[in-house]
């Protein structure tokens, strides 16, 4: 199975417009992300968010089999129309807890995650994978994430739990006792205002080599 990033970014792409900052101002590619989405095996896309014409070609949209959508903050589906115009038949899940199903010979579980006070949101177990974007918490992830070998998982904030996310200390914290995880990559990278290159050098740091921070076209085979 090949995972693609599409974006990693939180819900406003970087650079940020009229922002000085390191990691606005960085010249390497890393640094420039669009809005959090995944393709798996180049057919089946995970949220589709407001850059996703930039993201896919029009033939990739023609290719898909199905669209899976964590949550509806605009960030996540705010793409979704646009995509329709050129696929008008493509299968849409709307994820929810409890739900368990086969796509093109791989299996999809979808569990319940906190978030904000008013959405409600999912992870989802993808054969070995975990993905999570968003969460305020890993109370109810925490049995998953000790199954699998691989997590993909919030990185919105640093060192504070602000609007519905979970730090990346604390993510830290509560997932590096679990020896079963051999990768641990950050998506839905926020404004830190630290370059790709220090948030790698940070984390492991703070964690170890197992941990990463995606960015825009990373691939993995798993």
């Known amino acids: 199975m090949t995972i693609k990033f599409l974006g990693t970014s939180s819900e ?28 798996i095996d180049e057919d089946i896309l995970i949220d589709a968010g407001p850059d996703i014409l930039k993201q896919l070609k029009v033939t990739q949209i023609k290719n898909l089999r199905a669209v899976l959508i964590t949550h509806d903050h605009y960030d996540h589906i705010d793409g979704l129309k646009d995509v329709l115009k050129i696929r008008r038949d493509l299968k849409i899940i709307k994820l929810r807890s409890g739900q368990h199903f086969k796509l093109t010979g791989i299996d999809f579980y979808a569990f319940k995650v906190r978030h904000s006070k008013s959405i409600t949101t999912v992870g989802i177990e993808i054969g070995s994978m975990i993905y999570i974007p968003d969460f305020s918490d890993l109370d109810y992830a925490m049995k998953y994430l000790a199954e699998v070998k691989v997590a993909v998982l919030d990185g919105s904030f640093l060192s504070s739990n602000l609007d519905g996310h979970l730090a990346i200390n604390e993510t830290i914290s509560r997932t590096k006792p679990l020896k079963n995880l051999k990768k641990i990559y950050f998506t839905h990278n926020g404004h830190t205002k630290k370059t790709h290159l220090e948030m790698t050098k940070l984390i492991k740091n703070l964690g170890d080599s197992r941990y990463q921070v995606a960015y825009d076209g990373l691939e993995l085979r798993v």
């Open 12 to 39: 406003e792409a970087l650079p940020r417009e009229g922002c000085g900052c390191l990691q606005c101002a960085s010249l390497n590619k890393k640094d420039t992300r669009l809005r959090s989405s995944i393709l």
